[in-house]
């Protein structure tokens, strides 16, 4: 289901939203992303973690042993390292993800990657990851990360076994 079409740069944009927002759901065991939607009207821009409520990381990771506070978190979560930047391959998609869900064109790359796009609306990141969750569900989307990252987090990936 592919719920983009890509003919002018705002839809190259979301087109490039949804790819990594795919990408990155399969870091994250099922019931992540279940939570996530779940808790949908906590979802925050701007913070990591405030008044109860979280960016798409922190609500995404919130089940797991270690959620995802901070930027440091985040890159540790998808490369393993404590860097306080990072452009590993692994780490791109989800700080991409940050800086245009919080609305940050100021980053260089925000613009080149989401053209068009000044912000992502909240009904077009429901839409995603209903898709993510329904092809999850369907066994179109095997999380081949998930034990790699369960490792790296120092989690058991048996942990992780009953969320699939």
Known sequence: MNIVQTTD?????????????????????????LHLKSNFARLIRGHYKMNGGGCIFHLLSEVLPKPIESRQDLIRYFTGKTASDCDDPEYLPAKHIVKIWDADLNHPHTKERYPGIKKIGRCFLMAVLSEAIALRMNGKAVPPRVARVARRNRMSAMDLADVF
């Open 9 to 33: 740069p705002l839809s190259h944009g979301l087109a490039q939203f949804r790819k990594d927002f795919l990408t990155v759901s399969a870091y994250f065991p099922t019931e992540s992303l």
